[in-house]
């Protein structure tokens, strides 16, 4: 089995192999081939992946590479996991929409928007020079925002499913404060990519028996003070759990007033990934560092190893959260609109399953991000300042005509560089 990762140089990328050298088991890579630009700091990764391998007994083989085609041919399955402008842009993005009265994010609102018109045209790019190559491999994507360039990937008819850690996250935390396995726990996820509640959480499978409520009974202070809402809140919402990502949307102001008194989180990640790269370099290092966790992705290389797995034909749980297509799963929702929930995932892709009537509270924001996601992908594939213009009036984030016409100003003039129409 031979397996791609097309951003391999990225800071991540350790997280990544360290799952793949524990869990060969379940999804035997014979080859794994890391593709990117950067070559001093794919050097630097590839280095210690080889580490990692060799200390956990993996015989896999690794191969570092700049070419993309060369990369890429023969692959099962392709990882996308790209950062087009690096952190740099993501700097950009969450600090000029501040200036404006907006949240400043990587993946929503503005800033969101912005990444999603750097990163659609480069992943469409290459999903063709993998189709043309390769044209049975599956595109695992990785790369915010997910849940639109996923929706551009299946629209443009590639294998394709996007993954989130999100979930694999909320798993993890239940099965820890419920003293099980996380493959006990089955969550009833739904939504959009960062846009998503957890409306049950059944042990044993899709049939188990809902612990949710005794969850929130228990631990819902604690559960609460993770996403830094109130514990109310969640009473109020229903007795559901959202992702910490609605809290752009249920504390906006207080979100937008945090983060114009402390440094950005991209200044921070900055920061780790040059102590990371650091660390990375010495020969003596062969398993992932403690730093690493505070980077970000937790879990990734897990659910990144059971997606895999599952639509190689390989083992691994056949039920897991993705993005994928709607296909009427959401009945308020545009067929080909992009949604995360659990699916039923084998070689064929992944079939989302069936779930309850969604509540209006939650359907509303759904369906309103939905139709912002197909503006920002027509902004994507065919630019121009009205198109992004229209995403950002409808992004409930942003909303007002004057908001939408300063940041779209300022969106084309911090991201000019990488946008062909500019």
Avoid at 106 to 132: F, S, W, Y
């Amino acid at each position: 089995m031979k397996l791609t990762v097309v951003g391999g140089g990225s800071t991540y990328t350790p997280e990544l192999i360290d799952g793949f050298a524990r869990l060969r088991d379940t999804l035997p890579v014979e080859e794994l081939v890391l593709v990117d630009p950067a070559a001093e700091r794919l050097e630097l990764v590839g280095g210690l992946a080889r580490r990692i391998f060799a200390r956990q007994g993996h015989d896999g083989r690794i191969v570092t590479t700049s070419d993309l085609d060369a990369g890429v041919e023969g692959a099962d399955a392709v990882l996308l996991q790209l950062r087009v402008g690096g952190q740099a842009a993501r700097q950009q993005d969450e600090t000029w929409p501040l200036e404006c009265g907006c949240i400043g994010q990587e993946t929503t609102g503005a800033g969101g928007l912005a990444k999603a018109l750097r990163t659609v045209p480069v992943v469409l790019d290459i999903a063709e020079r993998v189709r043309r190559t390769n044209p049975n491999a599956w595109i695992i994507d990785f790369t915010n925002p997910v849940g639109i360039v996923t929706r551009a990937l299946l629209q443009a008819g590639h294998k394709a499913v996007g993954l989130c850690n999100v979930a694999i996250g909320f798993q993890r935390k239940f099965a820890n404060l419920l003293g099980t396995t996380p493959s006990e726990v089955h969550l009833e996820h739904i939504g959009l990519n960062h846009l998503t509640w957890e409306t049950a959480v059944r042990l044993g499978g899709p049939e188990g028996d809902n612990v949710l409520p005794k969850l929130l009974a228990e631990h819902g202070e604690t559960i609460a003070a993770d996403l830094k809402l109130p514990p109310a809140l969640l009473d109020r919402l229903g007795g559901v759990i959202p992702s910490y990502y609605l809290r752009y949307y249920y504390a906006h102001d207080e979100v937008v007033r945090e983060l114009g008194t402390k440094p950005s989180r991209a200044a921070e990640v900055a920061a780790m990934e040059q102590q990371l790269l650091e660390m990375y370099g010495d020969p003596a290092l062969d398993e992932k560092p403690e730093l690493l966790a505070r980077r970000g992705g937790a879990y990734y290389s897990e659910a990144a190893v059971d997606l895999a797995a599952a639509l190689l034909g390989s083992t691994g749980n056949p039920y897991q959260v993705v993005n994928t297509y709607n296909g009427g799963t959401l009945p308020f929702l545009p067929d080909d609109a992009v949604i995360e929930v659990q699916a039923a995932v084998g070689p064929s892709g992944a079939l989302p399953l069936a779930v309850a009537d969604v509540d209006p509270l939650f359907a509303g924001l759904v369906a309103n991000v939905t139709a912002y996601e197909e503006l920002a992908l027509e902004a994507a594939l065919r630019g121009g300042r009205d198109r992004v213009f229209r995403a950002l009036l409808a992004h409930p984030l942003v909303g007002q005509y004057e908001y939408a016409d300063g940041l779209t100003d300022r969106l084309i003039a911090h991201n000019r560089e990488h946008l062909a129409w500019a």
